[in-house]
C-alpha cells in the first residue's frame, strides 16, 4: 500500500514538472519568435531634404538582424528601375537608412526586404507600397528662373541694339564718304574743264598772237636794216677822203 502511494506520487509529480516544463517550451517558443526578425517591423516614407527627395526606411528589429533593404521605383505595377540597395541593422527604437531618389508627386515605389540567410526570416515586400505626396519638394522651382530670367531679358537688348546701331552707323559713314567723293570729283572735273580753254586763250593772247607784236618787230627790224647801211655809207665815205 505504502509502494503504490508513492508511485502515485512520484507519477502525479512527473505529470507536474512536464506540463511545466512543455509551457516554458512555448513561453521560450514564442519568446523567440517575437523576438525575431519581422517584416511588420519595416516601414518607409518619402521626404524631402531641402528640395531634393529622398525615401527613409526604418527598422524596428529589437533582434539586431542584419537585413538588405531594396527600393524600386512602379510603372503600371512593374519595376521600372532600381534607386539602390542597402544594409540596416534594426534597433528597438528604431535604425533609418536613406535612399536619395528626387521622387515625383504620386509616384509609388516597392520596398523589398530580405533577412536571415538566405532570406529565411523575411523576403517579403513593405505592403502597402510607398505612394508619394501629391507636392513635390522643389516648390520654389518657379521663383527661381525669376531672379535670372532679369538679367538675361537686358543682355539681348543690349546686343539687339547695337546691332541696329552699328548698321546706320556703318551706313552713315559710307554714304557721306561716297557723296564726298563724288562731289569732289564732279567739280573737280568740271572747273578743270571749264577753265582750260578760257586759260588757253589768255595765254595766246599774252604771247604774241596780237597784230601789235608784230608791227613792233618790224619796225625794229627797218630801223637795224637802216642803222646798218648809215654805218656803211659812213665807212665808205671816210675811207675815200682818206685816199684823196
Known sequence: MAILSISRRTARTVRILGVASASAALALGAAGNALACNIKEFSAEAKCDGEKGVIVVTDKDPSRTEAVVSVFLQNNGADAREVGE????????????????????????????????????????????????????????????????????????????????????????????ASASESTTAPAGAENNAPSPAVGDSNLAETGADSNTGMIAGIAAALVVVGGGAVFFGMRRRGANSNS
Do not use: M
Open 86 to 177: 542597402l544594409t540596416v541593422k534594426g534597433s528597438r527604437e528604431g535604425t533609418t537608412i536613406t535612399f536619395a531618389e528626387d521622387w515625383q508627386p504620386n509616384a509609388t515605389y516597392r520596398i523589398h526586404v530580405k533577412a536571415g540567410k538566405d532570406g529565411k526570416l523575411v523576403n517579403e515586400d513593405i505592403k502597402p507600397n510607398l505612394t508619394t505626396p501629391s507636392t513635390a519638394c522643389k516648390t520654389e522651382t518657379p521663383s527661381t528662373p525669376a531672379t535670372p530670367s532679369a538679367p538675361e531679358a537686358p543682355a539681348p537688348s543690349a546686343t539687339e541694339s547695337e546691332s541696329p546701331s552699328e548698321s546706320p552707323s556703318e551706313s552713315e559713314s559710307a554714304a557721306p564718304t
